[in-house]
């Protein structure tokens, strides 16, 4: 990590789960973080307990699914912290929907999915990468947090719109590596796809008995995770790691 000391990350979904881990371990390795949240005060009580690490952690309320947020945000971090080196595109929703008996209340709900899941995805890349050739940098990296649900269609009703944003994130990380690569860029980019993650994702998004799955289920930590964002973001600068699938041993989905 000592190449990245001091360096710029910009994590999304960093109030809980696997981006408030990710966050925390990148300011103990001595980075400067800007966690983005919509419930950025969990970010600054992160930010406190960190007040004595190697880096150093800033809480940025945005909603990423919302353009002007987004732009918004990324201004803030030109103005305020100056770059960004690092990207890790980890804020996420899973709407528990049934394509085949769908309420009009629903439509907002997938409608959301994609608007977080695809649109800020890509909307937080690009805002980086003009950032990052705004102030010369050529060698940073970019991280997806996808999901094993984007590289397959499992027997899962309720998820197939969830699945159907992970697919299109794996199509467009990709699309960026290949785009990058033929505009002879240094700037890495990363998919990593979990299995099934002990994280509060479930709560919010309506899977009924999510609690009892995940106690009876072989189920990662958000650790696990980060232990792999930092393999790949600490390889050689002429490395990329393009993809990673974190599965729990024993794994059946």
Avoid at 32 to 59: P, Q
Avoid at 60 to 81: H, Q, S, T
Avoid at 152 to 173: D, E, L, R
């Amino acid at each position: 990590m000592d190449r990245w000391v001091g360096k710029v990350a910009v994590v999304t979904g960093a109030s809980s789960g696997i981006g408030q881990n990710i966050a925390q371990e990148l300011a103990e390795r001595g980075m400067t973080v800007v966690g983005v949240a919509r419930r950025a005060e969990l970010v600054e009580e992160l930010a406190k307990k960190l007040s004595g690490s190697k880096g150093k952690l800033h809480a940025l309320k945005a909603d990423i699914g919302n353009e002007e947020d987004v732009v918004k945000a990324f201004e803030w971090i030109r103005k305020n912290i100056g770059s960004v080196h690092v990207l890790v595109n980890n804020a996420g929703i899973a709407p528990y929907t049934f394509l085949s008996k769908l309420e009009r209340s629903d439509y907002k709900k997938i409608r959301g999915c994609f608007d977080v899941n695809v649109m800020g995805l890509i909307m937080c890349s690009n805002e980086a990468i003009k950032l990052m050739k705004e102030k010369g940098i050529d060698d940073g990296h970019i991280f997806n947090i996808n999901s094993v649900a984007g590289h397959y269609i499992g027997n899962m009703p309720g998820f197939f719109p969830y699945t159907a944003s992970k697919f299109a994130v794996t199509v467009i990380t990709e699309g960026l590596r290949r785009e990058l690569a033929e505009a002879k860029s240094k700037i890495r980019v990363t998919s990593v796809s979990p299995g099934l993650v002990d994280t509060n994702i479930g709560a919010p998004s309506g899977i009924p008995n999510f609690e009892e799955m995940v106690a009876n289920a072989p189920c990662l930590k958000s650790e696990d995770i980060t232990r792999s964002l930092i393999h790949a973001l600490t390889a050689p600068p002429d490395v990329q790691i393009a993809e990673i699938m974190v599965r729990p041993v024993g794994d059946h989905f």
